[in-house]
T-cell receptor
Framework: DAKTTQPNSMESNEEEPVHLPCNHS???????IHWYRQLPSQGPEYVIH???SNVNNRMASLAIAEDRKSSTLILHRATLRDAAVYYC?????????????FGTGTRLTIIP | AAGVIQSPRHLIKEKRETATLKCYPI?????VYWYQQGPGQDPQFLIS???????DKGSIPDRFSAQQFSDYHSELNMSSLELGDSALYFC?????????????FGPGTRLTVL
């Protein structure tokens, strides 16, 4: 499986935008970029996913580099409830690779 | 909206005992996954089932077995428990869809082996 690299930790002030980077230089053409997060004492939670184009949903935006070797998860206005570990995960097509392979995600701390 | 249900939420066992963890997926979801998260670690995939058949297998010890039943609930059976089996066990479910295949996780079962 292609690997992803994320910073171990990041801090952000409450109510400000947060940009969480992910490098995936060995991504293949059929890999989807998924983001999940794990709030303290909870199971992981789906955030967003994309293939080539930038994506928006009610939780976040996903900006994908033109060469697809990196992506950025954007939380437009961080709240204390967004404090979590964020995982960037590559999946080979929705059907092709069922399991989620969690690497070392980014622990996001929100400063009130 | 209905979520994934796991039971029990907490379980304490002695070494060499057995444990059974249960997972009830979201209605109409056809795929169940099991993950293990040790203290301070990231979740690791154990095994998955699609339409009651094992579909993928990760680093699951031979002491562990799992199955998915006709009502789609799944059970993870763990025998000869070891101290290192102490972890959070998450179950996730999904509906195999060409576009998304999003996994929805349960709250987890915390297993403590003494």
């Amino acid at each position: 499986d292609a690997k992803t690299t994320q910073p171990n930790s990041m801090e952000s002030n409450e109510e400000e935008p947060v940009h969480l980077p992910c490098n995936h230089s060995t991504i293949s053409g059929t890999d989807y970029i998924h983001w999940y997060r794990q709030l303290p004492s909870q199971g992981p939670e789906y955030v967003i996913h994309g293939l080539t184009s930038n994506v928006n949903n009610r939780m976040a935006s996903l900006a994908i580099a033109e060469d697809r070797k990196s992506s950025t998860l954007i939380l437009h206005r961080a709240t204390l409830r967004d404090a979590a570990v964020y995982y960037c995960i590559l999946r080979d097509r929705p059907f092709g690779n069922e399991k989620l392979t969690f690497g070392t995600g980014t622990r996001l701390t929100i400063i009130p | 909206a209905a979520g994934v249900i796991q039971s029990p939420r907490h379980l304490i066992k002695e070494k060499r005992e057995t444990a059974t963890l249960k997972c009830y997926p979201i209605p109409r979801h056809d795929t169940v996954y099991w993950y293990q998260q040790g203290p301070g670690q990231d979740p690791q995939f154990l095994i998955s089932f699609y339409e009651k058949m094992q579909s993928d297998k990760g680093s699951i010890p031979d002491r562990f077995s799992a199955q998915q039943f006709s009502d789609y609930h799944s059970e993870l059976n763990m025998s000869s428990l070891e101290l290192g089996d102490s972890a959070l066990y998450f179950c996730a479910s999904s509906f195999r869809d060409y576009l998304t295949d999003t996994q929805y996780f349960g709250p987890g079962t915390r297993l403590t082996v003494l």
